[in-house]
């Protein structure tokens, strides 16, 4: 089974600093896409960041970059100069190429709380 | 704004009623999914159409079907239903058919139908 787990429900940062979210999936699969999507208060879901799983460099988006472990199976998010804008339910997800043709498996996700 | 648009924002609804909530995805997009996303299943794949043809199902209970039509927008028809399937269902679209997660499978997101069963 294809299983993504976010072990933090909540987590909170003041504004301007660092904070790393973290994500374990489980597939036996070798070929696999990562995501990580933010779920603000408006309900819309934006994708934040894409990783491949063949790729080893960590993919970077502005402030947000990701720490991909493909051995240990981890996929964290790190958000730089957090701003409170990001306040925002952030979801790890994954696709399998092939077969499940593009549905996405997702984590539970993380509230994050950006305060001033 | 993500470009693909959900109706209604909103639908409240009785036990045992029947409803259809409308998906349009972006200009160019083929691939239509759905998902659904309650406080107990957490965010759910329901199924995924392209250019027509369903393509793969999800945890789709057989109260509900979709389709999508030859213009490309989807419907999603929800039936007898049931207090547990008060949630946010949402629409998703991609220019491909999802064989990877490449740019051209990028899946946008509208922004959903809030269905309340009563």
């Known amino acids: 089974a294809q299983t993504v787990t976010q072990s933090q429900p909540e987590m909170s940062v003041q504004e301007a600093e660092t904070v790393t979210l973290s994500c374990t999936y489980d597939?036996?699969?070798?070929?696999?896409?990562l995501f990580w999507y933010k779920q603000p208060p408006s309900r819309q879901m934006i994708l934040v960041i894409r990783?491949?799983?063949?790729?080893?460099q960590n993919a970077t988006e502005n402030r947000f970059s990701v720490n991909f472990q493909k051995a240990a199976k981890s996929f964290s998010l790190k958000i730089s100069d957090s701003q409170l804008g990001d306040t925002a339910m952030y979801f790890c997800?994954?696709?399998?190429?092939?077969?499940?043709?593009?549905?996405?498996?997702f984590g539970r996700g993380t509230q994050l709380t950006v305060w001033p | 704004d993500s470009g693909v648009t959900q109706t209604p924002k909103h639908l409240i609804t009785a036990t045992g009623q029947r409803v259809t909530l409308r998906c349009s995805p972006r200009s160019g997009d083929l691939s239509v999914y759905w998902y659904q996303q309650s406080l107990d299943q957490g965010l759910q794949f329901l199924i995924q159409y392209y250019n027509g043809e369903e393509r793969a199902k999800g945890n789709i209970l057989e109260r509900f079907s979709a389709q999508q039509f030859p213009d490309l927008h989807s419907e999603l028809n929800l039936s007898s239903l049931e207090l547990g399937d008060s949630a946010l269902y949402f629409c998703?679209?991609?220019?491909?058919?999802?064989?990877?997660?490449?740019?051209?499978?990028?899946?946008?997101f509208g922004p959903g139908t809030r269905l309340t069963v009563l």
């Open positions: 997800a994954f696709i399998l190429p092939g077969s499940t043709l593009g549905r996405l498996y």
């Open positions: 998703a679209s991609s220019v491909g058919r999802g064989l990877a997660g490449g740019p051209q499978n990028e899946q946008f």
């Open positions: 990783q491949e799983a063949y790729k080893q």
């Open positions: 597939t036996s699969e070798n070929n696999y896409y």
